[in-house]
């Protein structure tokens, strides 16, 4: 019998997983297979996936070109594990990376592979970033999430996730996101006051760390004149600016990185997630060459040269960004889901929607609801999250490459959901 087919023990998850898992609690079946937007369980029921993985699937689930090249590689004996050294996969990968991504966007950056996760892209943008300057502090932004290891910690902001590292975080100090006072106050008239004021009793920063729409804190956007003055605001004050784009990269926003739109260029920007292409492990910092100062293995990690992900990376590349065919896609699929989401406003109080691209969230004044509607649309076979500092959002995170056919049978489940809600 294959694998996939094998009957499966629910009580094995409760008896030997430890507690600390997480989605499984919102999405109680066991899941068995994936191609595209679906993802189908042992009881043979199907679900459209508006989830994603979390933002890793941009290209959906076991995407057949992806798939076939990953195929192919380890068919034909390609390295798997290969620490930093050199390899063809590697090799292929950075000239990819480099003649479809960069040099069009203009950008000169040094790629550092640190490790397979978001948080390892973060933990050495940080490290870097006080290794350059000679300074400790961060200032990093209400509501912001940058992972789950210490220093990722330090400049996250919900405070359930902060409690779980048992020790004090220090050397970050938060500064309200765009919109923090709802624009009453003028979000940089603190930052810039205490940068000023001798007694501010504020460490001058080595960096600023920011996400251009933060998910996991709500899908709160970042205007574009925000973030040009902030990125004003740090170059004058020789502050080093570091985008996470963990998430919000490889297209979620429409341009690959989410930082095009604003026409900034960061110093340091960390990817991981979809730029795996096939949802396989993988990260990378992106340093300016002349704040490359790093000592050979001064910092590093075992699984740092995932060879199989360069090469689905490489590969998904040359598929889907070699043109703006994908990124116009992303842009229209957007509108669409708004569209739906301003319908559903103008049909229910207490209803607001935000989101750029293909990242919208559906907010709830009264919060509980939020996590009502995901749990009735998983039981008309929909997947999708919540997030929020009280868990107020639907958060929807569908594959770019989402059918429309399917994005709006999506989006009809979570109406209905919405519906049976307020009914």
Not at 16 to 38: D, H, I, K, M, Q
Not at 297 to 303: K, L, P, Y
Request: negative net charge; aromatic residues 8%; charged residues 20%.
């Amino acid at each position: 019998m294959k694998l996939l087919d094998a009957h499966v023990n629910e009580s094995v998850f409760t008896e030997l997983e430890s507690e600390v898992r997480s989605y499984c609690r919102n999405w109680p079946t066991v899941f068995t297979r994936a191609s595209g937007s679906w993802i189908s369980d042992t009881e043979g029921r199907s679900y459209l996936d508006f989830f994603a993985g979390a933002g890793a699937l941009n290209y959906g689930h076991n995407n057949p070109i992806l798939k076939k090249a990953l195929i192919d590689y380890i068919a034909d004996d390609g390295i798997t594990h290969g620490l930093d050294m050199s390899t063809v996969a590697k090799g292929d990968f950075l000239q990819t990376f480099q003649d479809v991504i960069l040099a069009p966007r203009g950008l000169d950056y040094k790629v550092q592979f640190p490790g397979p996760t978001g948080t390892n892209a973060v933990e050495s943008a940080l490290k870097l970033a006080r290794k350059v300057t000679g300074r400790e502090s961060i200032i990093n932004f209400t509501n912001a999430f940058h992972g789950m290891t210490l220093g990722s910690l330090s400049v996250t902001g919900n405070s359930m996730k902060r409690a779980g590292a048992g020790i004090p975080l220090v050397h970050a100090t938060p500064m309200p996101f765009d919109n923090y006072f709802g624009g009453v106050v003028e979000d940089f008239a603190w930052f810039e006051r205490v940068l000023d004021d001798s007694g501010s009793g504020l460490n001058r920063p080595a960096a600023v760390i920011v996400e251009t729409v933060q998910g996991e804190g709500g899908v709160n956007v970042a205007r574009t004149e925000w973030l040009r003055a902030l990125a004003d605001l740090c170059k004058r004050r020789d502050i080093l600016l570091i985008v996470d784009d963990v998430q919000m990269g490889c297209g979620r926003t429409g341009t690959f990185f989410s930082f095009e739109e604003a026409g900034i260029t960061p110093d340091i920007v960390t990817l991981s997630k979809s730029i795996g292409g096939y949802g396989l492990p993988l990260a990378l910092t992106l340093i300016r060459p002349e704040l490359d100062v790093w000592a050979p293995g001064e910092h590093n990690g075992t699984f740092r040269g995932n060879n199989p992900a360069f090469v689905t990376a490489a590969t998904a590349l040359q598929t889907y960004w070699t043109d703006d065919t994908l990124s116009r896609e992303v842009v229209s699929k957007g509108d669409r889901i708004a569209t739906a989401f301003t319908e559903l406003c103008e049909r229910y109080d207490g209803l607001s929607h935000r989101g750029r691209g293909m990242v919208q969230g559906l907010v709830f004044d009264e919060a509980s609801e939020a996590g009502k509607v995901c749990s009735i649309a998983f039981g008309a076979g929909l997947l999708a999250e919540t997030s929020g500092p009280t868990d107020e959002v639907v958060k929807l995170l569908p594959p770019l490459t989402i059918d429309t056919s399917d994005l709006d049978a999506g989006l009809a489940i979570l109406a209905g959901a919405v519906r049976e809600v307020r009914s």
